[in-house]
């Protein structure tokens, strides 16, 4: 009894240390130098690779606030160029998660949502964005991409705080042109419509 007592004091200990271990990991500043072969792999074409060195940067909590931005772009470039569109979005939502109170972060997730694919499949229910093989059926997911960028656009309007420099200009210009995307011109009554931020619309179907 004496000696199961010793291994299950033991493991337990050794399990201490190695979540001691992650943690310490998970809490480190990441090193610039990766960012660096990162971009150098993506000019080389090296997508996979590159996408290894960006994205773990962009998940990083302690990434540069005025960086994670561009390696979050960066990365779903990636992902995109690998025929992986179907993984931007989960992988899009877990930066926003850790940096939701950056607005630099936020402005970008925003242009990404409004600048990638707008296309996908329904698969089991689910959406799928980019191609898609062996059935499913096409949806165009714009207006829903559209309302998610207002969503995450008017979350970073409160975290501004008075910034006057070129990217808090952008920041603004960009969310007046996501307010009148669609709805200019011949379809300048669509302004008289409310857009509900609280929900996203379906995808419309094809």
């Not at 971009?39 to 302690?62: F, I």
């Amino acid at each position: 009894m004496k000696h199961l007592r010793v291994v299950l004091f033991t493991v337990f200990a050794l399990a201490l240390l190695l979540v001691g271990r992650m943690q310490a990991v998970n809490g480190q500043a990441p090193d610039p130098k990766q960012r660096e072969t990162g971009h150098q792999l993506m000019r080389d074409g090296n997508w996979k690779d590159a996408y290894e060195r960006l994205a773990p940067l962009a998940l990083n909590p302690r990434d540069d606030p005025a960086r994670v931005g561009d390696d979050l772009t960066s990365a779903i470039q990636c992902l995109y160029n690998l025929g992986r569109a179907n993984e931007v979005d989960a992988f899009r939502e877990k930066v926003i998660a850790a940096h939701g109170g950056n607005w630099r972060l936020l402005y970008a997730a925003a242009e990404s949502y409004i600048n990638g694919q707008h296309y996908g499949f329904m698969i089991a229910g689910n959406f799928e964005r980019g191609s898609h093989r062996g059935g499913g059926k096409w949806v165009n997911a714009a207006e829903r991409d559209r309302v998610r960028a207002l969503q995450i656009l008017s979350r970073g309007m409160a975290l501004l705080d008075g910034a006057k420099d070129d990217a808090a200009h952008a920041f603004l210009r960009t969310l007046a042109d996501v307010l009148l995307r669609g709805r200019t011109g011949g379809g300048s009554w669509r302004l008289q419509e409310l857009t509900d931020l609280a929900v996203l619309p379906d995808v419309e179907k094809g």
